[in-house]
């Protein structure tokens, strides 16, 4: 029970951390913290982090307490990184990560094939260029060899989680 | 100055880590997997009851005494292991008879306690083997083996060093995950999880340099304790603050009574924490008791009490370690984990996966900053083959050796050696997948045959043993069960992944039909 | 990185100050303090050999760091031939 009390404690002060951030703080309430109320966040953050440590010594001595309070704090690190990226945009309007209607109109744009845009290697059907010869080759092979500036070669979005 | 600092810091960090990536992500992923190593045994022999019994150390001893003396009741040296925690599963004993002419003089065996005779459960490699792989590797001699790991390890701490030198904004940007960014998002990743657990990969991968020094310090063993031979021993003897045990007097005595030297040794650490009783010089007036506390601190285990095995007197009680040997026992025993109960076990199991995908990102990161440039290169192919095969090819490999574990019927000489070929062999063919097929294809395709191999299991030891989830949740056999959750979550984990990545997939598929047209395809070769 | 057959050999002068250089000074500094700490010998060598550990890794970032072949040399073989140096002094003077 008190490793769970100090897990809570470790995630509350780390959430506290990250609003004292201004990137964070502007995710969430629209505008970055004025600097008391930056230093109000941090200063309550810092104290809740100092109470699981606590928690940890109280619920395991001190030889195993310390490990298992860095250990918590590698799990509520996980959990606000997790709630900042996909919660702030379900809390508040903050900033969100481009909607995928958007990516396709600007890719509608660019009408370069994506296979011909980043040539997958193992589909290639013509030579892809190598830096060295784009000066030598005509428009053709430049297209290939440089990516569209709008978006983002399509090749690394299919390994984007 | 700075720039050209941070820029051979980087390209330092971006070369130990291409070279000995996989092979540190191997390593990572084995020794991940050995935090639960005694939990994969249980689940690798289900003949095993469901629940282990505890019994007190005395009635346990009385057990192993019975065994021993039907099989060797002239031995000078017995060993007994007791099983009362989470880190041994069975009781196990030792002999060493040199009155015997047959060849076999030392002998062991592992005991059921419910029957006092030699447990017979399948014979398999278990979670030791996963475990051990992590710094024996597999097919090499020990020593080949322990220099690569040792290699590795001094890379990994260069890397992780250089890391973070070359990681500008560890403050500012440790909340930070931009999903859905392409380059700058595996970056993030790669941050994250990194940061997130860097005392974990600090301590895993000094701690891991420690456990390599035996033929790493020569030198200073031979400057301090000379040439010859034994130097070593004597060093370690030294440091250990070994005394020599006398050897056999040559007369007989009786034995002392053992009830009073495990209580005083109860006593001491307490109830039931005995780990270890050591029986030397059986039957001889020089004989000898050491008991040894199976208690685990993340100083390792300590307390030992040595007894005189005739009078029953203490002779040597736990001396207190210095600090440099307390220091050293301090970061094996934290590498180990051995002390971790359930919830701290799991978070070292986090963070060994969490390392682990460090590595993966890391290594999926190279190929993004690079495929524009040089992505027809045979270096990016074999660099993509490779991340493919590995990243996503040695789960599933783990996943085939719980199959095989499953699936080789029992008895079969050689079983174990088997599960052990059907993970490599595994391995070979997912490397094989990932060269021949176009890389976003490998992915998917590889990401749906782990969620495959990890989601089935739960299905697949219902259908073959009787220790599945419909038996072991009611029971609360939570080691057991607690093994069917985890892969079905890896399952769903890898099911998820896969669907988002295929779906990406074939809407750039879709893009690509509805521009790519014959017509488009002259006026672009045309300007 | 420079290309070049001369960029190439600083790499390889780099990658050896830094694998063989960085483990002699390494052990030159653990020999060192395996003679001058004082505490027991087996603790001094222990402590020794575990710090051994962060000199190799430093210079290894050393031999990378450094502005150049010449530098990356000096800066591992002075603090090892010092180390060695101390090292032997300690071992005459307490043989006296």
């Excluded at chain 2, 599963?89 to 062991?108: A, E």
């Excluded at chain 2, 053992?258 to 039957?283: C, F, H, S, V």
Aim: proline share 5%.
């Amino acid at each position: 029970m008190i490793d769970l009390a100090a897990l809570i404690l470790a995630t509350a002060g780390f959430a506290a951390i990250a609003l004292s951030m201004h990137r964070h703080h502007r995710d969430l309430f629209g505008r970055p913290p004025s600097r008391p109320r930056a230093l109000a966040f941090a200063g309550t953050g810092w104290t809740l982090l100092a109470l699981s440590f606590s928690a940890c010594i109280v619920a395991s001595g001190w030889a195993i307490g310390p490990v298992l309070w860095i250990g918590l704090l590698t799990v509520a690190g996980l959990v606000i990184v997790l709630a900042l990226t996909y919660g702030a945009g379900i809390v508040s309007g903050g900033e969100r990560p481009a909607p995928r209607k958007a990516t396709r109109a600007a890719r509608g744009k660019d009408k370069t094939p994506i296979t011909h845009r980043n040539p997958d290697p193992w589909l290639v059907t013509r030579p892809a260029a190598r830096p060295h010869r784009r000066h030598a080759a005509g428009k053709a092979t430049q297209l290939v060899s440089q990516p569209a500036r709008n978006s983002l070669p399509i090749v690394q979005k299919w390994l984007v989680c | 100055m700075k720039g050209a600092f941070r820029q051979s810091m980087s390209w330092l960090h971006t070369w130990v880590g291409l070279l000995t990536g996989w092979l540190l992500f191997f390593i990572f992923l084995t020794g991940t997997a050995g935090y639960f190593d005694t939990e994969i045994d249980r689940w690798m022999q289900p003949e095993r009851p469901l629940h282990t019994a505890e019994l007190p150390v005395a009635e346990m001893f009385a057990i192993a005494r019975k065994r021993l003396q039907d099989v060797a009741p002239h031995a000078e040296y017995w060993f007994v292991l007791t099983s009362n925690r989470r880190n041994v599963l069975d009781m196990r004993i030792i002999w060493t008879d040199s009155t015997r002419t047959d060849g076999k003089q030392n002998g062991r065996e592992y005991l059921e306690i419910s029957s006092g005779r030699p447990a017979e459960y399948r014979q398999t490699g278990g979670g030791q083997l996963l475990y051990k792989l992590h710094y024996q590797l597999h097919y090499l001699p020990d020593a080949a083996s322990y220099w690569i790991v040792f290699l590795c390890t001094m890379f990994m701490a260069v890397a992780i060093v250089t890391g973070v030198i070359v990681h500008k904004r560890i403050f500012r940007d440790f909340f930070v995950f931009r999903p859905r960014k392409g380059q700058r998002s595996w970056l993030d990743a790669h941050n994250l999880l990194s940061v997130l657990a860097l005392p974990f990969h600090v301590m895993i991968t000094y701690s891991g340099l420690v456990f390599f020094a035996y033929a790493y310090m020569m030198p200073v063993v031979i400057a301090n304790y000379g040439f010859g031979p034994g130097n070593h021993d004597r060093y370690t003897n030294e440091l250990h603050l070994r005394a020599e045990q006398p050897g056999p007097a040559g007369f007989a005595a009786t034995a002392a009574p053992l009830r009073p030297m495990l209580d005083e040794a109860e006593r001491r650490w307490g109830k039931g924490t005995i780990g270890q009783i050591r029986l030397y010089n059986r039957g001889d007036a020089n004989a000898r008791v050491l008991l040894k506390s199976g208690q685990q601190t993340p100083a390792r285990d300590h307390g030992a009490l040595l007894f005189d095995g005739v009078t029953g007197a203490l002779l040597k009680a736990d001396v207190a370690r210095t600090a440099p040997r307390l220091i050293g026992d301090v970061l094996l025993g934290l590498h180990e984990g051995l002390f971790a109960g359930p919830a701290l076990r799991w978070i070292y199991f986090v963070s060994g996966l969490l390392g682990t995908a460090m590595i993966g990102a890391g290594l999926v990161l190279w190929t993004t900053k690079r495929r524009a440039k040089s992505g027809d290169t045979f270096g990016f192919r074999l660099v993509e083959g490779l991340n493919i095969g590995t990243i996503v090819g040695q789960p599933v490999a783990i996943a085939a050796y719980f199959w095989a574990n499953r699936l080789i019927p029992v008895g079969i000489e050689g079983r174990a050696a088997w599960e052990a070929h059907a993970m490599f062999i595994v391995w070979a063919v997912m490397l094989l997948h990932a060269f021949i097929r176009p890389a976003s294809r490998g992915w998917t395709e590889q990401l749906w045959v782990a969620a495959g191999a990890f989601g089935l299991l739960p299905l697949l030891n219902a259908l073959t043993t009787d220790k599945h989830l419909g038996v072991t949740l009611p029971a609360g056999a939570w080691e057991l069960a607690g093994f069917d959750l985890t892969v079905l979550a890896f399952g769903i984990a890898f099911a998820v992944v896969a669907w988002r990545l295929g779906r990406r997939h074939r809407s750039d598929r879709e893009h690509d039909q509805r521009f790519w047209t014959p017509a488009y395809q002259e006026t672009e070769a045309a300007e | 990185m420079a290309q070049g057959r001369s960029a190439k050999q600083g790499l390889l002068v780099r990658i050896v100050a830094a694998a063989v250089g960085g483990y002699v000074v390494a052990m030159a500094t653990a020999i060192c303090l395996s003679y001058g700490l004082p505490m027991r010998r087996a603790d001094a060598v222990l402590t020794g050999v575990l710090a051994s550990f962060v000199v190799y890794i430093a210079a290894v970032l050393w031999a990378f760091a450094a502005r150049n072949t010449a530098h990356a040399w000096l800066g591992i073989a002075v603090p090892a031939v010092v180390a060695g140096g101390m090292a032997w002094a300690i071992g005459w003077f307490g043989a006296l």
